[in-house]
C-alpha cells in the first residue's frame, strides 16, 4: 500500500533562518507531488506542484522553492523564513502523472511552522 | 478560472442532526472532478469522495451523502444523524482533467458537533 512520510510534525524557527521540509511517497512510482500551506483558519494554498524529477511548477511567488531530487521526495525550502511564513505545511501526492483523468490526492501529517 | 466556494465558514450542530454543507465551484471545463475531504484536529486530510463531471448520480455512504447539481454548479455533502466525531473542517476541491493536475480547494467548512 502507498504511504507518504512528511516531517517535521512541528517546528520553530526564527527570523532569517533557513527551512528544509522533507515528504517521501511510498508503494508507488512517478507520482504527481504537490506542496499546499495552510494558514491559521484559512483553506489550502497550492504552493508548488511536480509531475517529474526536477519538474517544479510553482504557483504563488514567495519566499520558498520546492526540489524534486528523486521520484518519490518532495523538499520545501527557503533560505531566510519570513513571519509570514508560518502555517501548516502539507504534502500530497497523487498517483496519476501525466493526462488523464484526475485522481484523489493523499495527504501526508503535515508540519507546523511557527517562524519567531 | 476555476474556483470553489464554501459559503459556510462554520457550523455547528447537536449531536444527531442532520447538517449539509454547500460547495459551489466554478470552470469553463467539460470535463472536471469534484472532491470533497475532512481535516480532523490532527490535521491530516482524509479523502472522501471523487465525483467526474459525467457522473450525476448522487452517493451515499453511511451517514454520509452527496448531491451533485450540475445545473446549479454545486456539490452538497450532508452527514445524517451526525456525531461528535464529526467535528473537523471539510474542503470542497476542484481538478481539472489535464497534464499536472492542479487540486483549487474552498475555504473550508469548519463543523462542530456538539453532544
Known amino acids: 500500500s502507498q504511504t507518504i512520510h512528511q516531517w517535521p510534525a512541528t517546528l520553530v524557527q526564527p527570523v532569517g533562518s533557513p527551512l528544509s521540509l522533507e515528504c517521501t511517497v511510498e508503494?508507488?512510482?512517478?507520482?504527481?507531488l504537490y506542496w499546499y500551506r495552510q494558514a491559521a483558519g484559512r483553506g489550502l494554498q497550492l504552493l508548488f506542484y511536480?509531475?517529474?524529477?526536477?519538474?517544479i511548477s510553482s504557483e504563488v511567488p514567495q519566499n520558498l522553492s520546492a526540489s524534486r531530487p528523486q521520484d518519490r521526495q518532495f523538499i520545501l525550502s527557503s533560505k531566510k523564513l519570513l513571519l509570514s511564513d508560518s502555517g501548516f505545511y502539507l504534502c500530497?501526492?497523487?498517483?496519476?502523472?501525466?493526462?488523464?483523468?484526475?485522481?484523489?490526492?493523499?495527504f501526508g501529517q503535515g508540519t507546523r511552522l511557527t517562524v519567531v | 478560472a476555476q474556483k470553489v466556494t464554501q459559503a459556510q465558514t462554520e457550523i455547528s450542530v447537536v449531536e444527531k442532526e442532520d447538517v449539509t454543507l454547500d460547495c459551489v465551484y466554478e470552470?469553463?471545463?467539460?470535463?472536471?472532478?469534484l472532491f470533497w475531504y475532512k481535516q480532523p484536529p490532527s490535521g491530516e486530510l482524509v479523502f472522501l469522495i471523487r465525483?467526474?463531471?459525467?457522473?450525476?448520480q448522487n452517493e451515499i455512504s453511511g451517514r454520509y451523502s452527496w448531491n451533485f447539481q450540475k445545473s446549479t454548479s454545486s456539490f452538497n455533502f450532508t452527514i445524517t444523524a451526525s456525531q461528535v466525531v464529526d467535528s473537523a473542517v471539510y474542503f470542497c476541491?476542484?481538478?481539472?482533467?489535464?497534464?499536472?493536475?492542479?487540486?483549487?480547494f474552498g475555504p473550508g467548512t469548519r463543523l462542530s458537533v456538539l453532544p
Open positions: 500530497a501526492w497523487s498517483p496519476l502523472s501525466g493526462q488523464g483523468p484526475a485522481t484523489e490526492a493523499f
Open positions: 508503494g508507488t512510482s512517478n507520482p504527481n
Open positions: 511536480s509531475v517529474g524529477i526536477g519538474q
Open positions: 470552470t469553463r471545463d467539460t470535463t472536471y472532478y
Open positions: 465525483r467526474n463531471s459525467f457522473d450525476e
Open positions: 476541491a476542484l481538478a481539472r482533467d489535464n497534464y499536472g493536475q492542479n487540486f483549487v
